[in-house]
């Protein structure tokens, strides 16, 4: 069986230098601006950070915001992109920091590379690194199938895990987050599932 995570950083380090075109403009302003609401504290982390166009948002709104990604060059891409901003290649399921070191993570669209049998585990390495009160915004896509996308550009495969509302909320609780907001939400093409949680 091929390790699915590989073959998408092995996408991500292919397109990293053609993503900027596509993604860097689509801020995705309404879930930014609920998030720094709900937040309760300065220091962020972009958990996948991807091209770093979220961190330059963040940063705007006066936040101290690092950025970590496990693809080598979306990393080199997003220090090109955000100059002053902090980037460093990390795998967020096992994450150098201490306990309790962030106010607020942010996962958008990152976490749907992560098989489902492993999200709990992911979700408490998010538990620890929040502080107390700390606050998690997660977007995945909502459904039942896992997708497998092939990138015509660089020939790269990547596949996407989808969640069921009531799995999502279950393993957020498992992990010890307190549910603020848990939807689905209708895109052009897709369905997605966002959820804001706090940890108690």
């Known amino acids: 069986m091929k390790d699915k995570i590989k073959e998408a950083v092995k996408a991500y380090d292919k397109i990293a230098s ?20 709900l937040l309760k504290g300065k220091k962020v982390l972009d958990v996948g950070c991807g091209v770093g166009r979220d961190v330059e948002y963040l940063m705007d709104d006066g936040l101290e915001v690092k950025g970590i990604d496990i ?19 990390m795998d967020f399921r096992k994450m150098k920091f201490k306990d309790e070191s962030f ?17 709990l585990d992911t979700l408490k ?17 909502e459904g039942e199938e896992k997708e497998e996308r092939k990138d015509i550009a ?17 393993n957020f609780e498992d ?5 603020i907001r848990c939807e689905i939400n209708q895109t052009e093409d897709r369905k997605w599932l966002e959820v804001y949680a706090r940890k108690d």
């Open 103 to 119: 106010d607020g993570l942010w996962a958008m669209a990152s976490v749907y590379h992560i098989p489902n049998k492993e999200i």
């Open 71 to 89: 693809s080598e060059n979306m990393i080199k891409q997003a220090k090109k992109n955000v100059p002053k901003g902090k980037f460093e290649v």
């Open 154 to 170: 660089v020939g790269e495969t990547r596949t996407f895990y989808a969640y069921k509302k009531n799995e999502m909320e279950k």
């Open 175 to 179: 992990a010890g987050f307190t549910i």
């Open 125 to 141: 390495e998010f538990y620890r690194v929040l502080t107390k009160n700390g606050l998690l915004y997660v977007s995945v896509y």
């Open 18 to 37: 053609i993503y900027t075109d596509y993604n860097f403009e689509k801020v995705m302003q309404f879930q930014l601006t609920k998030f720094v609401s």
